[in-house]
């Protein structure tokens, strides 16, 4: 039997929760073993879970616990979250995580940490929900030099836009739906405001270019401003607007990064992308270009994305493979040339800032 514990129940512990309890064959013949939930860190207590016994308030009851082999953490927001992740992976304990703002702001401290203590710092459920992004990034793409990611990487704001082009809603309509149905952060200016896609963002471009921008450093603005006009201006132009996180090398070996509604044309295949779904498009000088898509929020989903962690690091267990590792940059802009812009225009859209 593997010990695991999770950290957070909220949408995406419960849900994490209840695939390993669904699919607990499939997960055992895939870890080589039964993966057990041994422990679930929360502030409150679960009275009317199946899994309500399992519950402790202590950190240290986990962390001090040597059965304890991956923790998963799942809790949102950066502290204590990455000062449990850390004393986690000090520990000699594996660290799955959700938590995209954790490893955005602090990925490349938590991936030297797990190397120095021959563990992972695995974060596939961290950007587009369920789709296997991270894993392709690092593994299937390896034959290419990414020249540029552009991704719909918010499910909430997806949503929103959608709901407000098929159906007219308001803003304020769409978005409590959104959080209704478990989409939105706890905070959703996170979402709205593309503070959420940038993080996202910021982590694919550094397992693309190994190098990790500080989130602050990179142009973002997210759909407050859009207005139902401009939904309809831009569907009569043959577009479709929808919020990109994108980055790409220029010519002078620059990082170029930005956050912000995209008047996409229709044949660019992420004008499709309605809903809460997700989409990633990757240009490989080799491949050309490549679309992932899926859902890109939500509890089951997310925690597919969290057990498929869990999984590769159980069977690795005591021979992790080494990761790629991140240095930190600045060399990033928010211009992109003339050149660069009039090929954009072309093959994706029209930045409307
Ligand atoms: N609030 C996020 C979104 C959750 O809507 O995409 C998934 O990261």
Request: charged share 30%; hydrophobic share 25%; aromatic share 14%.
């Given at each position: 039997m593997i010990n695991i514990a999770l950290l957070g129940f909220g949408t995406i512990g419960s849900g994490t929760a209840e695939v390993l309890k669904v699919n607990a064959e499939a997960c055992k013949a895939k870890a080589g073993d039964e993966i057990n939930v041994k422990y679930i860190l929360d502030?409150?207590?679960?009275?009317?879970?199946?899994?309500?016994?399992?519950?402790?308030?202590?950190?240290d009851v986990i962390v001090n616990?040597?059965?304890?082999k991956v923790v998963v953490e799942m809790?949102?927001?950066?502290h204590p979250a990455y000062e449990f992740s850390v004393a986690a992976l000090k520990a000699g304990k594996s660290v799955v995580t959700s938590n995209k703002e954790v490893v955005a702001n602090f990925g490349c401290e938590l991936l030297a940490l797990a190397k120095e203590n021959n563990v992972r710092y695995l974060f596939e459920a961290s950007v587009g929900g369920g789709i296997p992004i991270i894993r392709a990034m690092t593994e299937s793409l390896a034959g290419n030099e990414i020249c540029e990611i552009n991704g719909i990487l918010n499910g909430t704001t997806n949503y929103i836009l959608t709901q407000m082009k098929t159906?007219?809603?308001?803003m304020a309509e769409a978005l409590k739906e959104a959080q209704e149905k478990g989409?939105?952060?706890?905070?959703p200016d996170a979402d709205i405001l593309g503070i959420d896609a940038c993080r996202k963002i910021c982590i694919l471009s550094a397992l693309a270019f190994g190098e990790l921008v500080a989130s602050d450093l990179v142009m973002t603005k997210g759909i407050t401003e859009i207005t139902t006009e401009d939904v309809e201006k831009a569907e009569a132009n043959g577009q479709a607007i929808k919020l990109v996180a994108r980055a790409a090398k220029t010519p002078e070996g620059k990082l170029y990064m930005a956050v912000s509604p995209v008047a996409v044309n229709n044949d660019n295949p992420l004008s499709t992308v309605n809903d809460v779904f997700n989409a990633v498009l990757v240009r490989g000088n080799t491949l050309g270009d490549v679309m992932f898509y899926g859902a890109g929020a939500g509890s089951l989903p997310t925690a597919s994305a969290v057990v498929a962690d869990i999984i590769d690091i159980c069977r690795c267990l005591g021979n992790q493979p080494e990761q790629q590792q991140w240095t930190k940059s600045e060399n990033v802009t928010s211009e992109m040339t003339a050149e660069m812009a009039a090929d954009y225009a072309k093959r994706v859209g029209t930045p409307l800032c």
């Open positions: 502030l409150r207590d679960f009275p009317d879970s199946e899994f309500g016994d399992r519950v402790v308030h202590d950190y616990d040597p059965e304890v809790m949102g927001g950066s159906y007219g809603k308001t989409y939105a952060e706890a905070n």
